[in-house]
């Protein structure tokens, strides 16, 4: 020990020596102010990335995309057999991909799709059974309008997760398989069926209520007859306002609470979605004062419903254009 000490003394210039210290039989490292590890400012990256994650999405986002780039593999690879690394390695592994999962998640609602697949196709390289990351590529793929592609990915993945660990397609990919589908021209059976959905005559009451990717489909053919004809269309966002932060599951609960009371307060042809942050509200062919009509009416039925105590409602109203 004091052999390789001395050659190290003679690498390092006389500031970094007095780093090492001797004492009571044990060589340490004595880490200043000035001493940078890289794995610290991963945990600090994160940690300031969840507490942004509410208040400042582009700051949560800038601060994980640092962390992503910091994470270069298992933590200390050249001790892989000694047992005190396990679960220090274990626990910086389970921080990437969360922070991972976290980026992706915010991408998505910002639209950021091309960033995502590059982000997907960079970390399954070290991550091939991630079903998480495969599914958020698939995503990518469907929302390039690639699905042959996004097809193809999916009996690769399914295929290798079987063949591999005998691991069948859990619900969320099955799901994904469906969006899949649901893209592909359709067969003279299909057709078949829809002509008898379109001959039922069940009631429905409410506004119609579609998730993230049907709803921004809507969105564009509005907008395509929105060039044509020249009548407005606007979308609303209603959120939540707290005197007191929430927890994430009450948020939540809020939330759908609100998403149940502005579907049921709506017209059959408005058209609702919801992004787990907010209510979305497509309002086509109507004019300003329309408008502030409908939303003075939610707004009321929606204080008047929610049975919490120093809970607001925030509302904003965008017009078509600024769309993306």
């Known amino acids: 020990m004091r052999t390789f000490i001395y050659?190290?003394?003679?690498?390092?210039?006389?500031?970094?020596?007095?780093?090492?210290?001797?004492?009571?039989?044990?060589?340490?490292?004595?880490?200043?102010?000035?001493?940078?590890?890289?794995?610290?400012e991963f945990e600090q990256l994160?940690?300031?990335?969840?507490?942004?994650?509410?208040?400042?999405a582009d700051g949560a986002i800038d601060c994980l995309r640092q962390a992503i780039e910091l994470y270069k593999g298992e933590?200390?690879?050249?001790?892989?057999?000694?047992?005190w690394i396990i679960p220090v390695r274990y626990n910086y592994h389970r921080m990437f991909l969360e922070a991972v999962y976290m980026l992706i998640q915010l991408l998505q609602e910002k639209g950021?799709?091309?960033?995502?697949?590059?982000?997907?196709?960079?970390?399954?390289?070290?991550?091939?059974?991630?079903?998480?990351?495969?599914?958020?590529?698939?995503?990518?793929l469907l929302a390039e309008g690639r699905h042959q592609q996004a097809l193809r990915h999916y009996k690769y993945i399914t295929s290798m997760l079987y063949k591999d660990l005998g691991v069948k397609p859990s619900p969320a990919m099955r799901a994904v398989y469906k969006k899949i589908q649901s893209g592909k021209i359709a067969s003279p059976q299909e057709i078949g069926d829809i002509t008898d959905i379109l001959q039922t005559t069940e009631k429905q009451s409410g506004s119609f209520f579609c998730k993230g990717e049907t709803f921004y489909s809507?969105?564009?053919?509005?907008?395509?007859?929105?060039?044509?004809?020249?009548?407005p269309v606007s979308v609303a966002i209603l959120g939540i306002v707290s005197d007191t932060p929430l927890r994430q599951d009450k948020k939540q609960a809020i939330l759908q609470q609100l998403?149940?009371?502005?579907?049921?307060?709506?017209?059959?042809?408005?058209?609702?979605?919801?992004?787990?942050?907010?209510?979305?509200?497509?309002?086509p062919n109507l004019d300003d004062d329309q408008i502030s009509a409908v939303l003075k009416r939610v707004r009321r039925q929606c204080l008047q419903q929610l049975p919490h105590k120093n809970i607001n409602l925030s509302v904003r109203l965008l017009p078509l254009t600024v769309i993306k």
């Not at 970094?16 to 940078?36: H, L, M, P, T």
């Not at 307060?265 to 942050?277: E, M, P, Q, T």
Request: charged share 30%; with cysteine; aromatic share 8%.
């Open 75 to 83: 933590y200390l690879p050249e001790v892989a057999y000694s047992e």
């Open 259 to 283: 998403l149940n009371i502005v579907t049921g307060c709506l017209r059959k042809g408005d058209v609702v979605s919801f992004n787990h942050k907010e209510v979305l509200l497509l309002l």
């Open 7 to 40: 050659r190290l003394r003679q690498v390092l210039d006389d500031k970094e020596c007095k780093r090492i210290v001797f004492s009571q039989g044990c060589y340490s490292w004595a880490a200043g102010s000035d001493c940078w590890l890289d794995c610290e």
């Open 218 to 231: 809507i969105l564009k053919l509005e907008q395509r007859k929105a060039e044509r004809t020249g009548r």
């Open 112 to 140: 950021c799709h091309q960033e995502i697949g590059k982000l997907c196709e960079k970390v399954l390289k070290n991550e091939p059974y991630d079903e998480q990351l495969h599914i958020a590529y698939i995503e990518y």
């Open 46 to 56: 994160t940690a300031k990335a969840e507490k942004l994650l509410q208040a400042d």
